[in-house]
């Protein structure tokens, strides 16, 4: 009898074991989507690549404003500042702030989701980008940061904080597969 209540316990612990260990839902996000930057680099132009190549059907825009949200479900924005971007969009760093800002609000209160992308490493990071980095990072739904740029924990500690959910890739192209499980492609 005992070694049948060792048993069932032994079964019960187990089970609970794996239920618990089983990994929480993926986030998930809804077509058509937005693909804005936020500190005007180039890297947007590679988050046009990524999506495309995961098929999903978005608008890239790199200067949109909240006008551009009517009738779109999720917002990308692109994070990583570059003077050269900015002195070509004829802007500064002001400026690209209040749209990023005016963006971000216009879709909170439209409940359109927003992702933080970040692909541009190390070279993305400093006063600059981080400016354009906190803004996107402190009001995201999901963040997805390629490691490198993420070497000091900075979008750790802000995913922590705000209780946002974080993937780490360790390259570039991997992005592509986690924006096709986002967008159940």
Do not use: W
């Not at 989507?33 to 999506?51: F, N, R, Y």
């Not at 495309?52 to 779109?72: C, Q």
């Not at 924005?77 to 690209?96: N, R």
């Amino acid at each position: 009898m005992r070694q049948i209540k060792c048993i069932t316990a032994f079964i019960l612990l187990l089970s609970m074991s794996l239920i618990f260990a089983q990994e929480a839902p993926a986030f998930r996000a809804e077509e058509p989507v937005l693909i804005s930057s936020a500190g005007q680099s180039a890297d947007v132009l590679m988050a046009k690549i990524l999506a495309g190549k995961a098929g999903i059907e978005f608008e890239l825009d790199k200067m949109a404003d909240a006008k551009k949200l009517e009738g779109i479900k999720s917002l990308i924005l692109v994070s990583g500042g570059s003077t050269k971007g900015l002195g070509a969009a004829k802007i500064d760093k002001e400026q690209e702030y209040e749209r990023v800002e005016d963006l971000i609000k216009a879709a909170k209160k439209l409940d359109v989701k927003i992702i933080l992308l970040h692909v541009g490493g190390k070279s993305r990071r400093g006063p600059l980008s981080d400016y354009f980095n906190q803004l996107v990072a402190e009001n995201a739904d999901h963040m997805v940061v390629v490691v490198s740029g993420n070497d000091d924990g900075y979008f750790t500690k802000i995913a922590k904080d705000k209780q946002i959910d974080l993937e780490l890739p360790e390259k570039i192209v991997a992005i592509q597969d986690i924006l096709k499980v986002i967008y159940a492609k």
